[in-house]
């Protein structure tokens, strides 16, 4: 297996990227393509002092920065360390490509060179929500801000496959944010797409509120990208806001501090539980290769999770699952 790194993208650096992608191929199970400026990978390798023989490098003379729009940075530069990675999985050089940059573009160029799934209409971004038993899948999370009934339909379908091979949940349960459970409730868009998810060949338990995001109730919570990705950005605000204020409480007075000292495990545990960076990556479900999108400020922790994701989906099989599926 060959997984394809784009080591330029990250707000953090491309020192970040590969120290993550080091840890990561320690495993041995797979060959890594490093794509970026050549002298600073080789660099860096040498600093790490990496010699092993499955590291390849692939130079890329460019740089798609965060700020700039996706058609830009597919149309004038063609060789960027991003499009080149996502490249290598269009000629099969690679079997997954990782990327931490500039989430329009990369997702553009993953649509343009590798192109959808047949019959997928658009893709989707799914992410991993903290749970009170283990996690749910969340998606979409900002591909498509505005979907139909059909996109839901098929977001259901590939978040299904996902949960069933990734997170080994035998019988996923699916729901439908909605503004409450009963059928009737919602908008247009919400209403007609529960009426094709009764007929979806998953279990779809019908529409669950915002509230149940988090209890565990279902395994796969489908919306469209614009309501996903407030979802995204508010859970992530809250976690950290938590965080915060749970360390200052603790440190407020000496019977806070004994006490903190007292459940440190158990906050160590919370606070893992809560981290992004433990999860690894977010797939691009519908794109017809492995597209993992690692956060932009992403630790070394994050790249390296984000990897092990990428192999996890292509020893999994899961595009060729979804394929199946959309078949029934």
Avoid: W
Avoid at 101 to 119: F, H, L, P, R, W
Avoid at 184 to 190: E, I, M, R, V
Avoid at 307 to 312: D, G, H, K, M
């Amino acid at each position: 297996m060959k997984i394809a790194v784009d080591v330029m993208g990250s707000d953090k650096g491309p020192s970040v990227i590969i120290e993550g992608a080091l840890d990561a191929a320690k495993k041995q199970t797979f060959d890594l393509i490093l794509v970026g400026n050549e002298e600073i990978i080789k660099k860096e390798l040498m600093r790490h002092r990496y010699a092993a023989n499955n590291i390849q490098i692939r130079h890329a003379s460019k740089i798609v920065e965060m700020h700039e729009s996706p058609s830009q940075a597919i149309r004038r530069k063609r060789d960027s360390s991003m499009v080149k990675a996502v490249e290598l999985v269009k000629s099969k050089e690679a079997d997954a490509v990782v990327s931490a940059g500039n989430t329009g573009a990369y997702m553009a160029s993953a649509a343009i060179y590798i192109k959808t799934i047949e019959g997928i209409e658009r893709p989707a971004i799914a992410i991993l929500m903290p749970a009170l038993s283990e996690v749910s899948l969340l998606l979409d999370v900002g591909a498509n801000v505005d979907c139909s009934p059909l996109n839901l339909y098929q977001f259901a379908i590939m978040g299904n496959e996902y949960s069933k091979y990734i997170l080994k949940k035998g019988n996923p349960k699916v729901g439908l944010l909605n503004i409450g459970e009963e059928e009737h409730k919602g908008n247009d868009l919400t209403k007609k797409a529960y009426e094709e998810l009764k007929k979806a060949p998953i279990n779809f338990v019908g529409n669950i509120e915002g509230r149940d995001i988090f209890n565990g109730e279902v395994d796969v919570i489908v919306c469209d990208g614009f309501i996903g990705n407030i979802i995204l950005k508010s859970t992530e605000g809250l976690g950290e806001n938590i965080y915060l204020k749970l360390r200052n409480e603790l440190k407020s007075s000496l019977l806070s501090k004994i006490g903190a000292l007292l459940s440190k495990g158990a906050y160590k545990h919370f606070k893992k539980s809560l981290d992004y960076e433990e999860y690894g990556g977010a797939p691009f479900l519908g794109i017809n290769g492995v597209c993992i999108k690692a956060h932009g400020n992403s630790s070394s922790l994050a790249i390296k999770n984000s990897i092990l994701v990428a192999e996890n989906f292509v020893n999994n099989r899961v595009n060729e699952h979804i394929k199946e599926r959309l078949k029934n």
